[in-house]
């Protein structure tokens, strides 16, 4: 784990755009001092600068610039320069450009507009990089390296496709193999040879779901051998500073739970749009993506880039509000960050980000609100600057993951104007937050060991292993709450045949047998059954997805219409127009009772499976049933106890109600330590975070009003903020517990 001695506290700096007026750079060093900035990174789209022409080097502004800032006490995070090709070699080397998906050679110009795989684009980054590394890769001001920028992108170029071609060679054997596992009977699809294959592309074929859930693999595949490309090349030349890339806000292009392994520390570019809707909002969109990038190394990440003021991308540039720059970055660091970084320190005379926010703007004085807020985050960062280093410890987990979400989002049906994946990871993420849990955010391929219970929203495809660990988790005590949509193929697209969710019915104790897609305007509800009402107070609605499932002596759909009237509602058949109170039913009039003989609470007849485990054979208990269309009656929400676990499966797109009244009877029911608070407000934010020695308890404000805070024990002392008795609207508190246990 990269160890810091300090909360990093700075961001991107281009001094090369500020060579011709030294007063500037002279007061720029002033400036960092006063808002206490410690780190900046440099160098990351100076490639055209550091090497003006072939084979010319120019480095000497960039030594100079790095010497006096650690002459100043401030260090710095050196980037390569591979995001962004000088024109010379473009002109003289057109092969480095990318090629679009429908053939076509890009001109130059933009940012990551290069291929990966071109041996002329590897050979020069090396060069490059090399004399970066030879020349300023172990200078003490250096504590990171910063690979390239924001990678993205793909390059459909004949490079790129012969190692495409390349990759499926080595991960499928043969082409039988291929041909098999993407279904290639379909359509006359079949290939007689590697060699045929070509990329996906929307002038070609745009259908074969398998080979484009490949082709993004590859791209991630073809990405990161890129980057740790460029981090051989440093360490060839003698560096062995720690190396990251920034990562972006729910960036699709690439699977992160990859790239992540092979950096040394996971870092990110943040750049939510506050004061657009209520901020608690923002905050937990927000606070989830801190958690999905502290959670791939479930160490402490960095955020890499923040913006001080307005952001000039975005389709309305808004200011930050007073007191928001300070809440933004408390925050990261609240959720799991080392350092509060920016883009950028000095706001660009001309180009694209001219307005883009900074510390310092085009006016170039300190005395600006903006600098004011600056100034006054560094200070806040030096009163908390115990935390850097400490982890965030989380007993509960949600699972979110890339190949997943590609593949569902490729995949015509159940729902093509939208499944709302995000929205339903969501759901299970912010019931947790709102008891004021730390929440890891995970992918499949992360272990399960050491969490007490886990979310598995709309987890379409499963990867080969994925069944037997959740099957173990539960197995020995753990809860899951999976959702519909979870289990229905394997990693290659191909649906499981037999019954899903795959591998799992019995865990689960039930079949989901059909899938109902609604119209923007339909919705159902959940309907408590008599076991379901210590679960949920109310009926909940439901729109987009409903799931029909099989739960063994439950009132089923298969059956519907051949039952009598047992399934009915109290008042008979009164369908779905029934009051809430008419509506809700009794175990035993789902068939539950009638059928297993089971009563609430009851697993029903236990046995033992093969592997040893407590094996319930007699179906999941039924919580509720939907409340209308002809599946009314039928299971919405189920829970099996399954060996030591339990195991529950939501089956329809419940609105965030249903979702709180579940995981805050599951969260009990799993023995999760919840923070010591008296109560936690709509729009609180509370992370914990643990070095060992001491435990930080962070709170902030996101709601509109002033809330209370009253911090139940007596061990926690403040140890940032002010009054916790009235913390007003985007301020934080913080307190302190030493692990001795006694005040100090
Ligand atoms: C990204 C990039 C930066 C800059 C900012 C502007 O995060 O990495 O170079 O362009 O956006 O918001
Ligand atoms: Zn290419």
Known sequence: MVKFDQLLYGGDY??????????????????????KINTVSVGIFSWAMLEPEEGVFRFEWLEEIVDRLYENGVSVILATPSGARPKWLADKYPEVLRVDESGHRNFFGGRHNHCYTSPVYREKVKIINQELARRLGNHPAVRL????????????CPLCQEEFRRWLREKYGTIEELNRRWCTAFWSHRYNDFAQIEAPSQRGERELHALKLDWKRFVTARTT???????????????????????????GGLNYAEMAKYVDVVSWDTYPTWHKEK????????????????????????????????????????????????????????????????????QSQGASEKFHGAVVDH?????????????????????????????????????????????????????????????????SYRALRRLGLNVDVIDMG???????????????????????KLR???????????????????????????????????????????????????SNTAVPTECGQGILKQIHTCRALCELVEVKGAKSVLTLGEEDCDAETEKGSEKASGSEKEMVMKCGESGHEKKTGKKCGESGDEEKSVDGHEKSDSGAEVLAVYGSDFYEGTPALTRNVYGKGTAYYICADFEQSFYDEVFD???????????????????????????????????????????EIIVTDPEYDVMFGKDPKRLKKYETVVFRKSAAGKKE
């Open 14 to 35: 281009n001094p090369e755009q500020w060579l011709e007026y030294p007063e500037i750079l002279e007061k720029d060093l002033e400036y960092m001092r006063l808002a």
């Open 446 to 468: 992360k272990e399960l060991d050491g969490y007490r219970l886990v979310a598995v929203p709309m987890m379409y495809l499963f990867k080969d292993g994925f069944a037997e």
């Open 363 to 427: 006016y170039g004085g300190s005395d600006t609100r903006v600098f004011r807020e600056a100034a006054k985050t560094g200070a806040s960062l030096e009163v908390l600057r115990e935390l850097c280093g400490t982890e965030v410890h989380a007993e509960a987990a949600v699972l979110y993951d890339w190949e997943n979400r590609w593949a569902m989002e490729d995949a015509q049906g159940p729902r093509n104007r939208g499944l709302f994946y995000k929205e339903t990871l969501e759901k």
């Open 145 to 156: 390296w910063h690979i390239s920028n924001e990678y993205g992108g793909a390059c459909y």
């Open 665 to 707: 009877y599951a969260v009990k029911e799993a023995r999760i330590s919840i923070p010591p608070l008296a109560e936690i407000p709509q729009g609180v934010e509370v992370m914990q975070r643990d070095s060992g020695e001491a435990s930080y308890l962070m709170i902030q404000n996101f709601s509109e009003t002033e809330q």
């Open 279 to 346: 901020e608690h909002v923002t905050a937990l969109d927000c606070g989830m993506q801190h958690d999905i990038m502290r959670s791939l190394k479930k160490q402490p990440f960095l955020l890499m880039e923040s913006c001080p003021s307005s952001t000039n991308w975005q389709s309305v540039s808004k200011l930050k509000k007073p007191g928001m720059l300070q809440a933004q970055s408390l925050q990261a660091i609240a959720h799991g960050s080392d350092s509060v970084l920016y883009f950028q320190f000095r």
């Open 472 to 522: 173990s988790f539960t197995a020995q005590g753990g809860t899951v709450l999976m959702t519909y949509w979870s289990g229905i193929v394997d990693e290659t697209d191909r649906c499981f045949l037999g019954g899903t969710p795959h591998g799992l019915m019995d865990v689960f104790g039930l079949r989901s047998a059909e899938i109902d897609g609604l119209y923007d305007w339909e």
């Open 225 to 251: 051998d890129f980057m740790r490309y460029e981090i051989s090349c440093l360490r060839e030349a003698g560096s062995k500073k720690p190396a990251t890339t920034n990562m972006m806000y729910h960036f």
